[in-house]
T-cell receptor
Framework: AQTVTQSQPEMSVQEAETVTLSCTYDTSESDYYLFWYKQPPSRQMILVIRQEAYKQQNATENRFSVNFQKAAKSFSLKISDSQLGDAAMYFCAYRSSQGAQKLVFGQGTRLTINP | ETGVTQSPTHLIKTRGQQVTLRCSSQSGHNTVSWYQQALGQGPQFIFQYYREEENGRGNFPPRFSGLQFPNYSSELNVNALELDDSALYLC??????????????FGPGTRLTVL
């Protein structure tokens, strides 16, 4: 079974600075998808960025980018120019390309932005 | 806003009762997945419905059941409620198609408290 590990329960960063959240995963599959979701206090899970495993190029979405290391099974999220609205729980998630396509989530990292 | 809605927002039940949670999918989506998120944890996959059929199930007992309707809305039913069922229940909809992105978009969740 696939597992996702986020080793940083909490992180904090100064507004306008850059922060990197870590995620590792375990799988025997070669084709899969990885996601970062953000969950603010409002509870709604919001998609931040996604990465297809077959793509070598790292995904980017405005201030958000990933460092995808397939061999190391590592998938970190970099947030540039941090803003107060970025404060939230961040979850890394894995999805197989086969079967029910369920999301397997990590335990989450709580990100605090200091003004 | 993802276009995925859930009702009710909050619910309080007593042990042994039954509960029904509802989810309305984003327009054009054909798949609904349900997740349970205990306090301080990442979401756990309960099951997925595709074209009104169960399409995969996580490690949850049979007292967790569901339905998907022709308009792709969905219900999650939990019988014989236990204290450990207290959690945030998240619904996610997606468009599953061959070669499609199949990204899951989440609703705001239903907070269930079992006393």
């Amino acid at each position: 079974a696939q597992t996702v590990t986020q080793s940083q329960p909490e992180m904090s960063v100064q507004e306008a600075e850059t922060v990197t959240l870590s995620c590792t995963y375990d799988t025997s599959e070669s084709d899969y998808y990885l996601f970062w979701y953000k969950q603010p206090p409002s509870r709604q899970m919001i998609l931040v960025i996604r990465q297809e495993a077959y793509k070598q190029q790292n995904a980017t979405e405005n201030r958000f980018s990933v460092n995808f290391q397939k061999a190391a099974k590592s998938f970190s999220l970099k947030i540039s120019d941090s803003q107060l609205g970025d404060a939230a729980m961040y979850f890394c998630a894995y999805r197989s390309s086969q079967g029910a396509q369920k999301l397997v989530f990590g335990q989450g990292t709580r990100l605090t932005i200091n003004p | 806003e993802t276009g995925v809605t859930q009702s009710p927002t909050h619910l309080i039940k007593t042990r042994g009762q039954q509960v029904t949670l509802r989810c309305s999918s984003q327009s054009g989506h054909n798949t609904v997945s349900w997740y349970q998120q205990a306090l301080g944890q990442g979401p756990q996959f309960i099951f997925q419905y595709y074209r009104e059929e169960e399409n995969g199930r996580g490690n949850f007992p049979p007292r967790f059941s569901g339905l998907q309707f022709p308009n792709y809305s969905s219900e999650l039913n939990v019988n014989a409620l236990e204290l450990d069922d207290s959690a945030l229940y998240l619904c996610a909809s997606s468009l599953v198609s061959r070669g499609g992105r199949n990204t899951q978009y989440f609703g705001p969740g239903t907070r269930l408290t079992v006393l």
